[in-house]
Structures are given as C-alpha cells and as structure tokens.
C-alpha cells in the first residue's frame, strides 16, 4: 500500500496488492510447488496483463468519448465518498507516513 500511496495511485481497498501482485505470485509460484515451466507461466503473466491492459484502455476510451468518466479537480482531491456522502469510506485503509517517509 505504501509503494502506491507514493506512486499516487488510488486504491482505497486494496485491490492492486490482492489481486495484481498475489495472481502474479500465484502464477509463477506453480514453478516452485509444482514444477512448472517458468518461462511458460511468465509468458502466461504478460499475455493474461497485456489483454487486460489494451481491453481496459479500449473500453474506457469508448466510455470518455460518450459518457463523463471523471470527477471534478476538487472532487479528485477530497477523495468521492468524502465529497459524496460527507465520510471517510474506508478509514481503516488510510496509509499513514512513518516518522522517516515523505509522502
């Protein structure tokens, strides 16, 4: 969660360390536990992210071109549940900066 605070992403519930970094681990894992090609399963990886990439970008590319994807300057900068409902969605996933981070 630190790498993408420091990165700017936004991920408030923690998806991108779920599902991205533990699917790659759990594919090339199979290599470890049960003696599964390494180059086939990193193959594997940039083929399954490759196809996510290029369908994500296409089908947001259609979405802006007919509908309004994104929020206001303002909007973006409060964070929306705050803008929307008044409340911090998910307080519990706020990263905090340690004595020695710099955000």
């Not at 003696?35 to 083929?47: D, F, I, K």
């Not at 007919?66 to 519990?92: C, M």
Request: net charge negative.
């Amino acid at each position: 969660m630190k790498l993408l605070v420091k990165m700017k992403l936004d991920d408030v519930v923690g998806a991108i360390p779920a599902h991205l970094f533990a699917g790659i681990w759990g594919t090339l894992v199979v290599c470890l536990a049960g003696g599964g090609n390494l180059g086939v399963q990193l193959l594997g990886v940039v083929a399954v992210g490759a196809f996510v990439f290029a369908s994500s970008w296409l089908l947001w590319k259609l979405l802006a071109l007919t509908l309004e994807v994104r929020v206001s300057n303002k909007v973006e900068q409060l964070g929306q549940d705050i803008a929307e409902l008044g409340i911090d969605a998910y307080p519990e996933f706020v990263v905090m900066p340690e004595d020695d981070d710099e955000i």
